[in-house]
Each structure stands twice: as C-alpha cells, then as structure tokens.
C-alpha cells in the first residue's frame, strides 16, 4: 500500500510560481513511477509531468520549459516547480504512484492561477 500526500497548492497570479510537493509512504520500494496530473473543473484529468524511480523525466507539452520534476529521495517526496504559470493551468494536482499492482493517488492541491 501506498499513501501520497500533495500541498503546496494556492492562488497565485499569471506568470508567477509554485512548488508542489507529494510525500509518498507506505511500501515505497514497490513504486515503479511517479505522475502528476492536472484536472480543471469540469474537465478530464490530465496527465502532467512523470518521473520513474530510475530518474526518467517526461513532460507533456503543456508543461515543457515550465514544469520541472525534482525528488528528494531522503524524504520520499517528489516536487513539481511550475513557473511561469498561466490561467489555463488552473485545476486541481494530483500525484499518482505507479506499482505493479494499482496505481495510487493523492487528495490532490489546488492550484488558482489569476490573470
């Protein structure tokens, strides 16, 4: 079992930043990736940016030159910087953990982002 905690969510104004944290506990060893996605009221989720335990980063193109995935192995957590943010990343994040057997989620943090 594995259990992720987001935060870092808030109101910000276009062109400024946030630092999204996940904190993953649980049977760390059996996490395969890690993901964020993004998901605006109304709309689908939507995959973000992802990171396997290898250290493999990928970004969709929304979030290139933007986004980027960092972790800090010490404290089990995986961040997502976003900058430069716009309207259109407005939506609530979710962190998701990949394991053989079940993909796994957080409660999400919202992120506002004002024009």
């Known amino acids: 079992q594995v259990q992720l905690v987001e935060s870092g969510g808030g109101l910000v104004q276009a062109g400024g930043s946030l630092r999204l944290s996940c904190a993953a506990s649980?049977?760390?060893?059996?996490?395969?990736?890690m993901n964020w996605y993004r998901q605006a009221p109304g709309n689908q989720r939507e995959w973000v940016a992802g990171?396997?335990?290898?250290?493999?980063?990928e970004y969709a193109d929304s979030a290139k030159g933007r986004f980027t995935i960092s972790r800090n192995n010490a404290k089990n957590t995986m961040y997502l910087q976003m900058n430069s943010l716009k309207p259109e990343d407005t939506g609530v994040f979710y962190c998701?953990?990949?394991?053989?057997?079940?993909?796994?989620w957080g409660q999400g943090t919202r992120v506002t982002v004002s024009s």
């Open positions: 990171s396997t335990s290898g250290g493999t980063t």
């Open positions: 998701a953990a990949d394991t053989t057997l079940k993909k796994y």
């Open positions: 649980g049977t760390i060893s059996d996490i395969k990736a």
